[in-house]
């Protein structure tokens, strides 16, 4: 029927035939087959347990392309802590197994459903609140998870800029009203998080005081932090006086504090605290829990709050999470925002993922390029 459809749409129909032409032509484009992604290679678990032993990259059907539907062509997709947790099955959000792995990256619009406007082929994207899957070579989803980003902007940065430079921003934002001359502490100093705090904080004129883990190579630490703008960088071990705040020199006592790492290490952000001061916990990398004295609550009225990046990807606040997303891929293009990543082709995923295991001591963020 459909030979027959097209043998008579090349003859010259009557005049009056219009109408007719428009109903044979929706016949026709009836019969045509639905648009496909072309296949994907994936990293695939079909159940939780240790990410090096559960995780397989396989080759992945084409997918139907809809109306409302993008398929992009993944560039290059960050391995995160959380996406570890995810697969080892302690985080709190789970995808439906089995599950592709990655929950943040950036790609190149390779195709776009029928109904989709205001992207094009070759347009850099970035699935924006993230989204589950993103450690594939294409993925097709609804033209509202994709936000599209200046193409100058590095790859690398923005397939990274969700998870660990939007966290930064918003306890910067949300907990306490800093002005410029304020302080703030944190521990995890090192971390990338921790990276783009300091930095954040001295494009807004605010002080960081920085505490890093006794190690080797921390004299280099300190070095590198201060080039990205940390005011002060300390040790834990040097932290080990009965008052801390002798350490401050013109700093003033911080407003804000921000923990990743748990026991002695959010205790010092504690101490430096000034009264009515904020404790923002982020993580746990020490697993051990937060202690906090009687007279910390009592006579300084410390606040202790946390922060999960997923209570701010709401559908309320989607225009500010991309406007947050926006003013942070901007810093990065003119040079203020930067970090360490280190690229890894998709056939070396596992020794990417060893790395980011802390199998082979101290990596750069590992960063999987398709």
């Known amino acids: 029927m459909a030979y027959y459809f097209c043998r008579f749409l ?21 019969f045509s087959a639905p648009a496909m992604s072309p296949p994907a290679t994936a990293i695939v678990y079909h159940q939780e347990g240790p990410p090096d ?17 993008v398929c992009v062509k993944m560039l290059a997709a960050p391995i995160n802590p959380s996406d570890i947790n995810r ?11 089995p599950a592709v792995g990655g929950f943040e990256g950036v790609g190149e619009v390779h195709s776009i459903g029928s109904a989709v406007k205001g992207l094009s082929p070759g347009d850099l994207v970035i699935p924006c609140p993230p989204s589950f899957g993103t450690w594939q070579t294409y993925v097709v989803k609804e033209q509202s998870v994709w936000h599209k980003v200046d193409n100058r902007t590095p790859v690398g940065y923005a397939a990274t800029v969700f998870v660990n430079p939007l966290t930064a921003l918003k306890m910067l934002e949300d907990f306490v009203d800093l002005k410029q001359g304020d302080a703030i502490v944190q521990n ?14 001295r494009i807004r004129g605010i002080r960081s005081i920085n505490i890093i883990r006794d190690r080797a190579g921390s004299d280099a630490a300190r070095e590198k932090l201060k080039s990205l703008g940390a005011d002060e960088v300390y040790t834990e071990s040097q932290l080990e ?10 700093i003033p006592e911080p407003a804000l504090g921000l923990n990743c790492v748990g026991g002695n290490a959010a205790s010092l952000v504690i101490k430096f605290l000034r009264r009515g001061g904020t ?10 829990p937060i202690t906090v004295s009687t007279s910390s609550f009592i006579f300084k009225e ?24 926006d003013y942070l891929l901007g810093l990065m293009r003119e040079g203020k925002l930067t970090y360490d990543m280190e690229f890894a082709p998709l056939d070396d995923f596992h020794l990417a993922l060893d790395k980011s295991l802390g199998k082979l001591g ?6 999987i390029k398709f």
Do not use: W
């Open 10 to 30: 090349n003859s010259k129909p009557p005049h009056k035939s219009s109408s007719l032409l428009r109903s044979l032509n929706h016949s026709v484009r009836s």
């Open 53 to 69: 032993s559960v995780t397989k990259m396989v080759e992945l059907p084409p997918v139907e392309i809809k109306q409302n539907d």
């Open 87 to 97: 697969i080892q099955g302690v985080y709190p959000v789970k995808p439906q197994m």
């Open 188 to 201: 995890g100093a090192t971390s990338m998080v921790g990276q783009c705090i300091m930095q954040l904080a």
């Open 241 to 250: 006086v009965k008052n801390v705040k002798s350490l401050l020199g013109h």
């Open 279 to 288: 404790m923002v916990t982020y993580g746990g990398m020490s697993k051990k």
């Open 302 to 325: 410390l606040s202790l709050r946390g922060f999960y990046l997923q209570n701010f990807m709401t559908s309320s606040r989607a225009e500010e999470c991309k406007s947050s997303i």
């Open 362 to 367: 101290s990596q750069p963020k590992q960063v």
